[in-house]
């Protein structure tokens, strides 16, 4: 295996950064108790996002194993409830268990309504998941001041959404938009567990600080964490799917595939593209053999589950070769090895107490499968950190971009004076002036990924994600609504948003010139611009 080591970006979503010249004093590492709490609210509400569509689709289906996925869900609650009591006692504990335990009820009752085509009941079923989102923001913004009230139930909004459509898609047999609904409602709440983390470290600076990480690091381990976690719980629903002959197997599969192209792009944004093609073979192949255990169980081929089995217990080996041959100092084969074990043994064990009808069990499995991916994400990403120590150092900067340069019906854009060719121009609407997102976004630093089924656009600057709709006159920062003021549209190929909105959202100064109709764009004083 040739070491791959050209490049680094900070995760899937990552910021390219350029690698500074001199070394931190200090080693980063990615534990800190800042970093911690990220991930331990990140991974639950993320959890909670997956686990409540799996029990909506066994709700519907009458599934035999409802009750225990609904358990599994339940317990998920159980463990958010604990992390909110170690943080503001355990009546807080209580008063979110409550509040939370009553938002996943109406989640069932909708189903409960659907089952009966009970039109009124699902109604009332929204209705009350509606005026859910204000009491569990009243709640949050109560114990932290750094919480808004409005801001908690838009995003609160956006999740019942998701998930609502999520189930309504299965229901009418759109598996592939149900799917994606679904990835969107684990990704949403990823990003709720991150503003909750940022609220609560603002808010007890002595608990919680970075010791010794970085906001890179600590964005790197959440990515990774995020991903792999998804990637077992997507894993045990497609096995699920196939030994039931499920209609929805194909596109579940998809979606498991889809986690890998984004796992892909991690591994290729710090060990380069060819390196990315590598672990995407191996990758890919471990999924196949997992489909294969499935196959084999359904035919009772005994011979072939044991074939299968070894081919997992030999996919640990190749991994970790490829793992110690991009990185031989941090990680070793044996050690890859070593710890892919436990993930093999919990998705096999998912899978067998799921046929064998011991639904306990299969769910228990599920969790501690998930769980353990988080801490496998933490391994690779503190391998990561250990080998590239320069990359991670907050305080290493790259040649950041501190003037932009444009004007109205002009395709010209200046960065720090050096000019280069936007393919469409900006312009004027309704007031608003409007420049194509993509440009105006890399041209700060930023990085845009854009969905063209869906009409949506992702902006990563920093340790925010930033998401668009064509058509929609409000956007998410970080899983939270904000009110954008005018709608954002698709003109010559390209998103347009108006520009103040973004500027200033990303903490950019803006001046106008009425002589010439140009804009300059000039970076705030205070470059930890909270939004």
Do not use: C
Not at 62 to 76: E, I, V, Y
Not at 93 to 121: C, M, N, P
Not at 231 to 252: R, S, Y
Not at 419 to 444: C, H, K, Q, S
């Amino acid at each position: 295996m040739k070491p791959m080591m050209k490049k680094l970006a900070t995760a899937a979503l990552g910021l390219t950064l350029v690698f500074p010249t001199m070394a931190s004093a200090h080693t980063v590492t990615v534990k800190s108790s800042s970093s911690d709490l990220r991930v331990t609210l990140e991974g639950l509400l993320g959890e909670h996002a997956a686990m409540a569509v799996v029990t909506m689709q066994k709700g519907i289906d009458g599934a035999p194993d409802f009750q225990d996925a609904a358990a599994a869900l339940m317990a998920n609650g159980d463990d958010l409830s604990q992390a909110v009591a170690s943080v503001y006692g355990e009546d807080a504990g209580k008063a979110f268990s409550e509040l939370w335990k009553r938002h996943i009820g109406f989640f069932v009752d909708y189903v409960t309504a659907t089952a009966k085509k009970d039109e009124d009941g699902r109604k009332a079923a929204l209705d009350k998941l509606e005026e859910y989102g204000p009491d569990f923001g009243a709640f949050l913004a109560g114990a932290n001041p750094n919480i808004k009230a409005e801001d908690v139930a838009k995003g609160l909004t956006a999740h019942v959404s998701q998930l609502i459509s999520a189930f309504d898609n299965y229901v009418n047999k759109d598996y592939t938009q149900a799917y994606q609904s679904e990835r969107e409602a684990y990704m949403h709440m990823v990003h709720f567990g991150q503003v909750l983390a940022d609220a609560i470290v603002k808010q007890f600076p002595d608990k919680f600080n970075a010791d010794g990480s970085s906001a890179a690091a600590a964005d790197l381990r959440s990515a990774l964490d995020r991903l792999l976690s998804e990637h077992a719980e997507l894993a045990v629903l497609t096995m699920q799917k196939g030994i039931n002959d499920a209609p929805d197997f194909e596109a579940v599969s998809n979606a498991l595939l889809a986690n890998s192209d984004d796992l892909t792009k991690a591994v290729a944004s710090i060990y380069g593209e060819e390196a990315g093609d590598a672990f995407k073979e191996l990758w890919n192949a471990h999924i196949g053999f997992f489909v294969d255990y499935v196959k084999a169980t359904a035919a009772k081929d005994e011979l072939k589950r044991k074939e299968v089995l070894e081919k997992l217990g030999s996919y640990g080996t190749d991994f970790g070769a490829f793992l110690e041959g991009a990185n031989p100092e941090q990680f070793k084969t044996t050690d890859i090895e070593t710890a892919l074990k436990p993930h093999v043994a919990q998705l096999i064990s998912a899978f067998d107490n799921y046929v064998n009808m011991d639904y306990a069990k299969a769910y228990s499995s599920e969790r501690e499968a998930y769980a353990h991916m988080m801490h496998t994400g933490d391994y690779l990403a503190g391998g990561i950190v250990a080998q590239f120590q320069d990359k991670f150092h907050d305080s290493a900067t790259m040649d950041a971009p501190k003037k932009i340069w444009l004007k109205i019906g002009s395709s010209e854009f200046k960065v720090n004076d050096q000019v280069t060719l936007m393919d469409t121009a900006p312009f004027m609407w309704e007031n608003n002036t409007y420049v194509p997102l993509r440009f105006l976004a890399e041209g700060i630093g930023a990085e845009v990924t854009w969905d063209q089924a869906t009409q949506t656009a992702w902006v990563k600057s920093g340790t925010d994600t930033l998401t668009f709709w064509v058509d929609n006159d409000y956007m998410e920062v970080n899983g939270m609504r904000k009110e954008i003021g005018a709608s954002v549209v698709l003109r010559d190929g390209r998103t347009q948003v108006p520009l103040r909105f973004i500027t200033e959202l990303l903490g950019w100064n803006v001046a106008w010139n009425e002589a010439d109709w140009s804009i300059t764009l000039t970076k705030a004083m205070n470059d930890n611009h909270q939004h």
